[in-house]
């Protein structure tokens, strides 16, 4: 699986749109975009995925670049509780792509 | 209700013990994993598994021995437990096909002494 990279941490104000980007300028045409986030030391959450159109739901957007080598996750009006790591992988799906490989991800602050 | 358990949530274990990490699911998920996060990291593949009786290696395997005889259970065994591995443990289940996401248990904190 492609490797991608974040910046290790972000501040955002209360209220205010988060915009997390991820490269993965190696990203080969059958691997999927992954969100996740991880709140303080729980487990890992599943935000969204997308392979090449924008996607939407009802927690963030996701914007995946013409090219495919960058995204960008955005959570329109960030609160406190969403202070936590983002993780942006890529991952093939239905050709063995299970071997799932994290980052060290993003460290968002939410300040009010 | 439908996830992925683990247990035990907390475990404190001597150098040179074994025990086995529990994770089971409910959601008929063919694809199960192990990770562990150290203090401040991100998470490591250990080992994973595409179904019943098919497992394969992660990025840090050694140490750590698993199997998968039934859909729902994925165990992992700590053969000889080492300071080492001192962390936190998350087991993730997907469905095999398709562009589903992983679904993370809570985790087990586990400290070797």
Redesign the interface.
């Known amino acids: 699986d492609a490797k991608t990279t974040q910046p290790p941490s972000m501040d955002c104000a209360e209220g205010r749109a988060a915009n997390l980007p991820c490269n993965h300028s190696t990203i080969s045409g059958n691997e ?1 975009v ?1 969100w ?1 986030r991880q709140i303080h ?7 969204i ?1 997308g ?1 090449k159109n924008n996607e939407t739901n009802e927690m963030a957007s996701l914007i995946i670049t013409e090219d495919r080598k960058s995204s960008t996750l955005i959570l329109p009006h960030a609160t406190l509780r969403d202070t936590a ?1 983002y ?1 942006c992988i890529v991952r093939a ?2 050709t ?1 792509g ?8 993003t460290r968002l602050f939410v300040k009010a | 209700n439908a996830g992925v358990t683990q247990t035990p949530k907390f475990q404190v274990l001597k150098t040179g013990q074994s025990m086995t990490l529990q994770c089971a699911q409910d959601m008929n998920h063919e694809y199960m994993s192990w990770y562990r996060q150290d203090p401040g990291m991100g998470l490591r593949l250990i080992h994973y598994s595409v179904g019943a009786g098919i497992t394969d290696q992660g990025e840090v395997p050694n140490g750590y021995n698993v199997s998968r005889s039934t859909t729902e259970d994925f165990p992992l065994r700590l053969l000889s437990a080492a300071p080492s591995q001192t962390s936190v443990y998350f087991c993730a289940s997907s469905y095999g096909r398709g562009s589903y996401g992983y679904t993370f248990g809570s985790g087990t904190r586990l400290t070797v002494v």
């Open positions: 999927y992954y996740y030391s729980q487990g890992p959450q599943y935000i995925h392979l790591v993780y799906i239905n063995g299970f071997k799932t490989i994290f980052g060290a991800g």
